[in-house]
């Protein structure tokens, strides 16, 4: 809602409640709902879009989110799977993502974790090689580890190929009532 605002209008809309610092997301992350709430959230926070819509709870196989981009110059698409994790954390729960990616051929993993990585966790990543974009030439780490520290307070984001189309498609720009009463005026 918030990117579609912007992109309609160019305005900024502020998020009364949304957490902005690592203890806010961790109480966002309690409570009955809180887990959802915490993954719905985080998903945001790097343009990922939810499986299955803000609705879906339950059995995920592993895949919280998604972010496409291109991959090819035909306009072929490819993913990164999001993997959101609001409690303990270790270096299975990595291996695991790498499965996933395998298992869904996607391009990229990325883990979002509010607890700090370990350096087994960060060993385990390393292990699943990286991505080759065909598009910018570049290559990306292919399981990308992100704490909810290093999105709020670093402005971290995933490393992704440059052309990336929004995971949302943009809204089409609306101009201003004064936009157009200018345009009337001198045409």
């Known amino acids: 809602m918030k990117a579609r605002l912007k992109d309609s209008f160019g305005i900024e809309v502020p998020v009364i409640g949304q957490p902005t610092e690592v203890e806010g997301a961790r109480q966002l992350a309690q409570g009955d709902d809180g887990r959802y709430q915490f993954q719905w959230w985080a998903l945001n926070l790097i343009d990922a879009r939810p499986l299955g819509g803000t609705e879906k709870k339950g059995s995920d196989r592993g895949i919280d989110g998604r972010?496409?981009?291109?991959?090819?110059?035909?306009?072929?698409m490819g993913q990164a799977l999001v993997s959101v994790k609001?409690?303990?954390?270790?270096s299975s729960m990595v291996r695991d993502?790498?499965?996933?990616?395998e298992r869904e051929k996607a391009e990229i993993g990325v883990f979002i974790t509010l607890e700090e990585?370990?350096?087994?966790?960060?060993?385990?990543?390393t292990t699943a090689g990286v991505y080759a974009s065909p598009i910018d030439g570049?290559?990306?780490?292919r399981i990308q580890i992100l704490t909810i520290?290093?999105?709020?307070?670093?402005?971290?984001?995933?490393?992704?190929?440059?052309?990336i189309l929004p995971t949302y498609q943009q809204?089409?720009?609306?101009?201003?009532k004064r936009a157009a009463e200018q345009e009337e005026l001198f045409g």
């Open 67 to 76: 972010v496409t981009f291109t991959i090819g110059p035909k306009g072929e």
């Open 171 to 176: 809204a089409e720009r609306i101009p201003s």
């Open 97 to 101: 993502l790498k499965g996933t990616i």
């Open 138 to 141: 570049r290559d990306y780490p």
């Open 86 to 90: 609001s409690g303990h954390v270790n």
């Open 149 to 163: 520290r290093d999105l709020l307070e670093e402005g971290k984001k995933p490393m992704l190929p440059l052309l």
């Open 117 to 125: 990585a370990s350096r087994e966790m960060e060993l385990e990543a």
